[in-house]
């Protein structure tokens, strides 16, 4: 009994020993969150199709992340996340190359990078967000990135003559940097991304440029932000311009960007707003244009949400959209294809969101 209790007390105390230990060196976090829901789309000349889905409001992502304060306002700090698909307990694509796709087993696609920040900004390098995908996010759309409502249905890019880009949400072997708080609301962002080919014609592919600028207070943000990805098929550039205004429970919000891929364009524009009803309700709205040049063809898709939290953690949400494809077009779409010409595909959700 005796030894039963000095055990007890040993891992007590070696416990606790570590974690002063841990605070003393710095800090390290398990975080994670896990949204799944059910979902049913139908496309004209396919039918009906329903299915237990991820990210419905929000992406799954399981992380672990850490900071050490190195004195004199010099901190250094880790992040690793991974993509969790939690109907199914898969992981997410990523590249190594920003040319080639990856998928299978575990991954850090997200984000794994090491950061040195301090009174003059913050250095960044591994794989991170691109400047341009942050007005697509929640930032400066309704929905940001996810489910039937997605930003990304008409934002992201259409492949086109051999080029298929992988740099529209993040990249690999970049070098970033931010410029620190406090200068007067104003905030930027340079990336430098390496292909890391060998010598030859696609010595280029996957190299990446891009810079986000914007403005903010206590009611108003605004951004632009452009990338250029090289390929020796057709570079990739993408721009957008965001801005939202907060009017007392009304989030108006409008975001304008454009895909070049090679030759093609497309040109996409959105208006939209988050409507706080009650203190744990949001009503969301979307609606956005395409138009198309050399690739696919025109399209719109209109999008409505709503969040309940439950608490600061745990949410119930529900979001119904339609996307419409113009002329002979059946590219776009919110999660099943049509195969009639100048057909739609509509879908609708509902979920629950809980991050720890």
Wanted: glycine share 16%; hydrophobic share 35%; proline share 3%.
């Amino acid at each position: 009994m005796k030894t039963g209790r000095w055990r007890v007390g040993f891992v007590a105390l070696a416990t606790a020993a570590v974690g002063v230990q841990a605070q003393q060196a710095g800090s390290v976090q398990l975080f994670g969150l896990m949204d799944i829901g059910v979902q049913q789309l139908k496309a004209d000349g396919v039918g009906k199709r329903h299915l237990v889905t991820s990210d419905g409001n929000a992406s799954s992502r399981l992380g672990v992340r850490g900071s050490e304060d190195l004195g004199g306002g010099l901190k250094v700090g880790f992040w690793l996340e991974s993509a969790l698909l939690v109907d199914d307990g898969s992981s997410g694509a990523t590249s190594t190359n920003n040319k080639d796709s990856i998928s299978g087993g575990l991954t850090w696609a997200r984000r794994a990078t090491v950061q040195l920040s301090g009174d003059w900004g913050e250095l960044r390098l591994g794989r991170d967000y691109v400047p341009s995908f942050i007005n697509l996010t929640m930032t400066m759309h309704p929905f940001g990135p996810n489910g039937v409502a997605s930003s990304g249905l008409l934002f992201y890019p259409a492949p086109a003559n051999g080029t298929t880009p992988r740099t529209n949400a993040r990249a690999s072997n970049s070098i970033g940097y931010f410029l620190p708080p406090g200068l007067g609301g104003v905030y930027a962002h340079v990336m430098l991304a390496l292909g890391e080919q060998g010598d030859g014609p696609t010595h280029r592919d996957g190299q990446l440029q891009g810079m986000r600028i914007g403005w903010r207070n206590e009611a108003f943000n605004a951004a632009v932000a452009i990338t250029r990805t090289r390929y020796a098929t057709g570079d990739y550039k993408q721009s957008n311009v965001g801005a939202a205004w907060q009017l007392g429970p009304v989030k108006l919000m409008g975001l304008w960007g454009e895909n070049k891929v090679g030759t093609t364009k497309t040109t996409a524009r959105m208006v939209g707003t988050r409507w706080q009803v009650g203190p744990q309700g949001e009503v969301r709205f979307a609606y956005t244009t395409l138009s198309a040049k050399g690739v696919a063809s025109d399209a719109s898709h209109i999008a409505l949400g709503y969040v309940h939290d439950l608490s600061k953690r745990t949410a119930l949400y529900g979001n119904a959209a339609r996307a419409d494809n113009k002329g002979t077009g059946v590219r776009f779409n919110v999660g099943m294809a049509t195969t009639v010409p100048g057909g739609n595909c509509s879908g609708a959700e509902l979920g629950v969101r809980h991050s720890f």
